[in-house]
C-alpha cells in the first residue's frame, strides 16, 4: 500500500490499534496495562488525540505479534521481523532492550542527518548548509560537554571555552544558526531546486534513509507536546 502520505498514516494507526485489541478479545485497561501506560493513554492513542512515540510502536507492534508497518497502515502483511521485543512486563523494569533501543536511535539520527545533507546539497546554498552544519555541530558539541563533566575525574583540556558560559554560547550561536537557515529559506533559498518533501518523495528517492526520517518526525511530535500546556501523559 504504497503511495500514502504522513497524514493518511496519521489516520490508519488509531484505527489498526483500536481493531487489534478488539481482535485480541481485551479491554483497554487490558492493553494498557499489558503495554506498560495509562489507560487514558492508550484510549487517546486509538483515537487519535495523541501520537505515540517509537518505543511504545515497538512494543505494541510486538503485543499484537504485527509489523509496525502493519500498525501504520503501510502494508498489509502482519507477519512480525525475526527480532523479538521484550515483553511489556520486562520492558517495564528493562525498558525494552537497552542496547536495541540505542542502536536504533543512532541509526535513526545518522540516517536523518545524512538525508538532510543530501537535500542539501540538491539547494546548492552554501550558507544554507554551512548554517545547518553549525547547527548540528553545536548540539553534538552541547551533548560531549555534559557527558565530560558527569564525571569529576574528566579532564577539561578538550575544551577551550569556560564550564560556567559554555551552555549559554551555544543557545546563542544555534540561534544564530536558526536565523540563517530561516532567512536562506525565506529570501535566497527557495527555488525549483529545493525539494518538494513528501511522504511518497522520501520513499521514493530515498528508500534508505526515509524510515529513519520518518520515525524521527513521529518522536520529535511526541517530545514538542509533551511541552504544550497539558501535554504531559495523561492521567486516568
Known amino acids: 500500500r504504497g503511495g500514502k502520505d504522513l497524514l493518511q498514516?496519521?489516520?490508519?494507526?488509531?484505527?489498526?490499534?483500536a481493531l487489534l485489541r478488539q481482535e485480541k478479545g481485551i479491554?483497554?485497561?487490558?492493553?494498557?496495562?499489558?503495554?506498560?501506560?495509562s489507560q487514558a493513554l492508550l484510549s487517546h492513542y486509538e483515537k487519535g488525540a495523541r501520537e505515540p512515540g517509537l518505543?511504545?510502536?515497538?512494543?505494541a507492534?510486538?503485543?499484537?505479534?504485527?509489523?509496525?508497518?502493519?500498525?501504520?497502515?503501510?502494508?498489509?502483511?502482519?507477519?512480525?521481523?525475526?527480532?523479538?521485543?521484550?515483553?511489556?512486563?520486562?520492558?517495564?523494569?528493562?525498558?525494552?532492550?537497552?542496547?536495541?533501543?540505542s542502536n536504533m536511535q543512532r541509526r535513526i539520527l545518522t540516517n536523518s542527518i545524512a538525508l538532510l545533507f543530501e537535500l542539501l546539497n540538491r539547494i546548492?546554498?552554501?550558507p544554507l548548509t554551512d548554517a545547518a552544519a553549525q547547527y548540528f555541530?553545536?548540539?553534538?558539541?552541547?551533548?560531549?560537554?555534559?557527558?565530560?563533566?558527569?564525571?569529576?575525574?574528566?579532564?577539561?583540556?578538550?575544551?577551550?571555552v569556560p564550564a560556567l558560559s559554555f551552555a549559554e554560547l551555544c543557545d546563542m550561536h544555534s540561534k544564530r544558526a536558526e536565523i540563517v537557515l530561516k532567512t536562506q529559506v525565506l529570501n535566497g533559498a527557495k527555488s525549483d531546486a529545493a525539494p518538494a518533501?513528501?511522504?511518497?518523495?522520501?520513499?521514493?528517492?530515498?528508500?534508505?534513509?526515509?524510515?529513519?526520517?520518518?520515525?524521527?518526525?513521529?518522536?520529535?511530535?511526541?517530545?514538542?507536546?509533551?511541552?504544550?500546556?497539558?501535554?504531559?501523559?495523561?492521567?486516568p
Request: glycine share 4%.
Open 197 to 235: 518533501i513528501s511522504y511518497d518523495m522520501l520513499m521514493q528517492e530515498y528508500p534508505r534513509h526515509a524510515q529513519s526520517v520518518l520515525a524521527l518526525l513521529q518522536m520529535a511530535a511526541e517530545a514538542l507536546r509533551q511541552g504544550e500546556p497539558g501535554g504531559g501523559e495523561p492521567h
Open 124 to 126: 546548492e546554498s552554501r
Open 27 to 37: 479491554s483497554q485497561r487490558q492493553a494498557a496495562a499489558s503495554l506498560g501506560i
Open 61 to 101: 507492534a510486538q503485543f499484537y505479534e504485527v509489523t509496525t508497518d502493519y500498525l501504520l497502515g503501510r502494508t498489509l502483511a502482519r507477519e512480525p521481523t525475526a527480532v523479538k521485543l521484550p515483553d511489556a512486563a520486562s520492558a517495564k523494569d528493562n525498558l525494552l532492550d537497552k542496547n536495541m533501543l
Open 9 to 17: 498514516m496519521a489516520k490508519d494507526f488509531p484505527r489498526i490499534l
Open 137 to 160: 555541530t553545536l548540539c553534538i558539541y552541547r551533548v560531549f560537554r555534559y557527558l565530560s563533566m558527569a564525571n569529576p575525574r574528566a579532564s577539561e583540556t578538550l575544551f577551550t
Open 55 to 59: 518505543e511504545f510502536l515497538l512494543r
